[in-house]
């Protein structure tokens, strides 16, 4: 049984998500604040961290370095800001989505049965598929990465992307190919804002230094071009 960590101060809205969610068959730990937050978690417990970002007595986003200090834990943010400076916060951090509130119950079930799905499916790739071009290195089975040879964190959303781009690399993926190839398979909620922001995250991080990886198609999507690399090993 898949265990989550549920941080939310307002009482209402906590057992809102713990009864959400223990309906769902997840094992539910509610708590309040950050001290109570990092006094409970361990490392080899929690499947996923859902972290409210203002707390009283600290933020969501103290919770989830403690939380990638120690382990490979997903992290999904809730939130009244939907500013994008907030966001890629978040995403910087490493977690795996962020949702504004108020939501509807059915987005909160999609995202936390398709951030399941990814991490189920990564664990299920071959140790030998990795991505190296001399210059990034991905590793799927692993969900490690370093760019130059300094690691870099991905979400798991973004580990699924770039499998997709190295797998078709050279071939122009329209955005609803790539929305086909992500979700449709796994019935997993997505949206176009969600896949926007995921490769512009993608981009941050990789293309350093006037390196481009992918190229945009305007009207059409996106392709995936490396650089003088090795391609997929396997």
């Excluded at 190839?181 to 969600?194: G, P």
Aim: net charge negative.
């Amino acid at each position: 049984m898949k265990q989550i960590l549920v941080v939310e101060d307002d009482i209402t809205m906590n057992k809102m998500l713990s009864d959400l969610l223990a309906a769902e068959g997840y094992k539910v730990t509610a708590v309040y604040t950050v001290a109570e937050a990092k006094q409970r978690f361990r490392p080899d417990v929690y499947d996923l961290a859902i972290l409210d970002v203002n707390l009283p007595d600290g933020s969501g986003y103290e919770i989830c370095k403690t939380i990638r200090e120690k382990a490979h834990t997903a992290v999904i943010f809730l939130t009244a800001n939907d500013l994008e400076q907030d966001m890629i916060k978040g995403y910087e951090l490493g977690a795996a989505d962020y949702i504004t509130k108020p939501f509807p119950n059915t987005v909160l079930r999609h995202k936390v049965k398709a951030i399941f799905s990814m991490l189920e499916n990564a664990e299920k790739v071959p140790p030998h598929k990795i991505y190296d071009d001399g210059r990034l290195m991905i590793d799927f089975s692993s969900m490690r990465a370093a760019l130059d040879g300094d690691e870099i964190a991905f979400a798991p959303l973004e580990y699924r992307m770039l499998e997709v781009f190295t797998e078709n690399k050279g071939i122009l993926l329209t955005r609803q190919k790539l929305l086909e190839k992500l979700w449709d398979s796994q019935e997993n909620y997505v949206d176009e804002h969600t896949l926007t922001a995921a490769i512009s995250r993608i981009r941050g991080k990789i293309e350093k230094d006037g390196n481009k990886y992918l190229q945009t198609v305007y009207g059409m999507g996106y392709m995936f071009t490396g650089i003088c690399g090795k391609g997929m090993e396997d």
